[in-house]
T-cell receptor, first 112, second 115 residues
């Protein structure tokens, strides 16, 4: 099963682009990669999801190389409100069950 | 508004006491999950249910119990056997189609503390 590994913390400044990379070396063929954002005392919320190459939505981009052993969440021009914990998730099928493999989260601090 | 509602937001447990955390969803989702969150440890799965009247143990089920009598509800009981219950508890749901691109929707969590 894939194991997801991501940096524990990152620091940035307002207006900068932030890239958070997650490694998932044993990802299986049909597994998707999903990123969630969590603010203190709240539940995580979906940011973006991808299978390969690049996905972009109104809040972020997700880059996945051809070997799919890693993925990079890109937050353009961060603001103070982007200070949060970001989780990488790989979902895989194990028999008749879906197994969700979470990273431990990356705590992003955006400074003025 | 559709979503997941967890209650209470804060809960205190006395030693030897069982407490129950509520989770209700109106998203018509088949699958529901309970996670425990401790500082620096990410999300750890306690129990999950793929469909009503069925549930499976997760990675840290000892000291916890659940029921899934209705599609909308998945209450979690923290029993006295759980010796270290202080944590942030998160309930989530998903469509339940066993797809790897299925998204999870989370409630706002319950912070449980021991008196």
């Amino acid at each position: 099963l894939a194991k997801t590994t991501q940096p524990i913390s990152m620091d940035s400044y307002e207006g900068q682009e932030v890239n958070i990379t997650c490694s998932h070396n044993n990802i299986a063929t049909n597994d998707y990669i999903t990123w969630y954002q969590q603010f203190p005392s709240q539940g995580p919320r979906f940011i973006i999801q991808g299978y390969k190459t690049k996905v972009t939505n109104e809040v972020a981009s997700l880059f996945i190389p051809a070997d799919r052993k890693s993925s990079t969440l890109s937050l353009p021009r961060v603001s103070l409100s982007d200070t949060a914990v970001y989780y990488c998730l790989v979902a895989t099928l194990a028999g008749n069950n879906r197994k969700l493999i979470w990273g431990l989260g990356t705590s992003l601090a955006v400074n003025p | 508004d559709g979503g997941i509602t967890q209650s209470p937001k804060y809960l205190f447990r006395k030693e030897g006491q069982n407490v129950t955390l509520s989770c209700e969803q109106n998203l018509n989702h088949d699958a529901m999950y309970w996670y425990r969150q401790d500082p620096g440890q990410g999300l750890r799965l306690i129990y999950y249910s793929q469909i009503v009247n069925d549930f499976q143990k997760g990675d840290i089920a000892e000291g916890y119990s659940v029921s899934r009598e209705k599609k909308e509800s998945f209450p979690l009981t923290v029993t006295s056997a759980q010796k270290n219950p202080t944590a942030f508890y998160l309930c989530a749901s998903s469509h339940g189609q066993l797809a790897t691109n299925e998204k999870l929707f989370f409630g706002s969590g319950t912070q449980l503390s021991v008196l």
